[in-house]
């Protein structure tokens, strides 16, 4: 499979690119930044330099691919005025429009966890306890807004063309280990749920939307991809308690324990994707 990975020298996109050749994929690697990594040499990687925001020139960097990894663009609210907003939906539209024209028909876009109120909200509106994918999703801020509409572009582009699939990987903070998502001060963390994912299983995500085939999907589907434990010592109940004291837990649901406040079965039963850490981060 020739897979394209647009942002492919960002955080996220480096690790999805080193995960996909391991895994025996001809990868396109695809930026405006130019960077000498490790894989730079490798056989099955080749760089193309291209500004996504025109749509010409990424019809011409996805063409001839089997998938697209779609990473380019902003990942924080910058000014919080309107290049993250203006940059992120036009480079996502010109994605998935390219891959409709080209017959693409496997994309993974990165969307966050901020499509919901969390880190870079003025306010916090969170409805219950362990957020899934049915949780209201109502962003006050241009990145989470960016991220929201990616998704609505994607639920057109699969009505107008039935036989793309589009998974939205709402990834939550990509991070190589717990320790380095770590805060002493729990309060720190509060806005984003004290969560994180391990890169390179947040990499993996991407691998299994894109490439794998076990017909359990089809259109476009959302996954929260978030570790199953949260990156503070404290008991997730006693975290809920002093800061989310009036947030609910559905029925049939707990916070035991250092379980997460996100709940991402739905990845596990529809991509076969479990959370890995690195063996000294596993929790026990």
């Keep these: 499979m020739k897979l394209a990975v ?19 994929y001809v990868v ?8 000498d990594l490790d894989f730079s040499s490798h056989p099955n990687y080749t760089f193309v330099n ?25 990942s924080n609210p910058g000014d919080y ?20 024209e080209l017959e693409i028909n496997r994309i993974a876009q990165a969307s966050s966890v901020n499509v919901i109120t969390l880190v870079y909200s003025s306010r916090r509106d969170l409805q219950y306890f362990p957020i899934d ?13 960016s991220k929201l509409i990616a998704e609505m572009q994607a639920d057109s582009i699969v009505r107008r063309y039935p036989s793309m699939r589009v998974a ?13 998502a770590k805060r002493d001060d729990s309060a720190r963390r509060r806005n984003d749920l004290w969560g994180y994912v391990q890169e390179d299983s947040g990499a993996e995500a991407f691998l299994l939307a894109v490439a794998g085939d076990k017909g359990k999907w089809r259109g476009h589907e959302r996954f ?3 570790s199953p434990y949260t990156a503070h010592d404290e008991d997730t109940m006693a975290l809920k308690e002093k800061f989310w004291p009036n947030v609910p837990i ?27 850490d690195v063996a000294e981060e596993m929790m026990q």
């Design 250 to 276: 559905l029925k049939g649901k707990d916070l035991n324990g250092r379980k997460g406040f996100f709940d991402c079965s739905k990845a596990e039963r529809l991509l076969g994707w479990v959370h890995q």
């Design 28 to 35: 396109v690697g695809i930026d405006t930044i130019t960077k």
């Design 168 to 180: 939205s990987i709402r990834l939550h903070w990509s991070c190589p280990t717990r320790a380095a």
């Design 133 to 145: 994918e049915d949780h209201p999703c109502e962003p006050d801020e241009p990145y989470g807004l």
């Design 6 to 24: 647009t942002g492919c020298n960002g955080r996220v996109g480096q690790r999805v690119v080193i995960a996909a050749l391991k895994q025996g």
């Design 50 to 74: 291209a500004d996504l925001r025109d749509l010409n020139e990424t019809l011409n960097a996805l063409r001839g691919c089997d998938g697209v990894v779609q990473l380019a663009g902003h």
């Design 224 to 226: 929260f991809i978030a």
């Design 81 to 100: 005025l309107a290049s993250t907003h203006n940059t992120n939906v036009a480079i996502t539209w010109n994605v998935l429009r390219a891959a409709a």
